[in-house]
């Protein structure tokens, strides 16, 4: 890589964060001749999950399976990949500083913040046991592989309604768990309508047997067959390190938890900043979110380029 390329200050783009995103927006900075670092904490969001799905051609490619794919393919391009944690950035446009949790420090020019998010279950025992396998949160993520199954939807968050009509599409046998929250005459209408019943009473926890899940457990002690239970989670960026350089997570519009703004080409209000995946898109699944990066990656080249030519241009202006 060119030393010049790569500058005082290190790398010419640092991602933080190393899941679908992340590497794809570090694929397109690499196979751009730029110099590029990727640290990745290793924690993915779907890592409970048993494939990918909706995405075309890897459709049910288990998680750690395209990330060593997506790695492979980054460093056949010259990037590096490397295990660690961000806890904090300062500096700005031209001169960032990330600091790592095992106390080393990495400069980069332009930053690509791709560390997504982490979901907040609901209160209920038995529920993180289960994540990504019969307790789930998105049809088109999971809704194909428990089709015709007896499922729940536990009740209590603004989008349970949202999630109990997405699943009726995909099974004949679907009920809401009240769980003591309020519905609204038109909610009760419209599950009326689509033949999805109503269990009153608060959600205490859940039966399983053989390692499936067989029921959900009711306050009353009473037990309601279920082989799968859809949740919604409250989504959480993983952006708190961000505060040193005046970025900070804010409450999602959709009440779904909170994220990091980012404009359509993933470019974020500090200079030099873009983030990419569910960190700025909490609903964007992998496809989504890999295209993100790329587009992030391709915008923070054109960024780098034009900084490039402005310094060329006053290099041949100035006098000799």
Excluded: K
């Amino acid at each position: 890589m060119d030393e010049e390329a790569v500058g005082m200050t290190g790398y010419d783009a640092v991602v933080i964060g190393g899941g679908a995103a992340g590497l794809n927006g570090a694929l397109m900075l690499a196979r751009s001749r730029r110099s590029i670092l990727v640290v990745d904490a290793g924690e993915p969001r779907n890592a409970p999950a048993g494939g990918v799905h909706g995405l075309l051609g890897h459709d049910g490619v288990p998680p750690a399976e395209l990330l060593v794919r997506g790695r492979d393919e980054v460093r056949r391009y010259g990037g590096q990949i490397e295990a660690g944690t961000a806890i904090s950035v300062s500096g700005t446009v031209d001169d960032f500083v990330i600091a790592l949790a095992d106390g080393r420090s990495v400069g980069a020019r332009r930053l690509l913040v791709a560390t997504g998010l982490v979901d907040e279950l609901p209160p209920v025992p038995g529920l993180r046991a289960r994540w990504g396998r019969d307790v789930l949160h998105c049809p088109y993520c999971h809704g194909w592989e428990v089709r015709d199954q007896a499922i729940g939807i536990l009740g209590g968050h603004p989008r349970a309604l949202h999630q109990a009509l997405l699943f009726r599409q995909l099974s004949a046998d679907v009920v809401l768990f009240g769980n003591d929250a309020p519905l609204s005459a038109q909610e009760r209408l419209e599950l009326t309508a689509r033949e999805i019943p109503v269990v009153e009473g608060a959600v205490v926890g859940l039966r399983t047997e053989e390692d499936r899940l067989t029921g959900v457990r009711l306050a009353d002690g009473t037990t309601v067959p279920r082989q799968a239970l859809a949740v919604a989670t409250r989504m959480v960026a993983r952006a708190d390190f961000l505060a040193g350089i005046g970025l900070r997570p804010v409450e999602h519009p959709l009440g779904a938890g909170d994220y990091l703004p980012a404009d359509a080409f993933g470019r974020t209000e500090v200079a030099g900043v873009w983030a990419a995946g569910n960190v700025s898109d909490p609903m964007a699944q992998v496809g989504a979110s890999a295209a993100a990066g790329a587009s992030a990656g391709a915008q923070i080249n054109a960024d780098l380029v034009m900084a490039q030519t402005r310094a060329a241009v006053e290099s041949l202006r100035a006098p000799v």
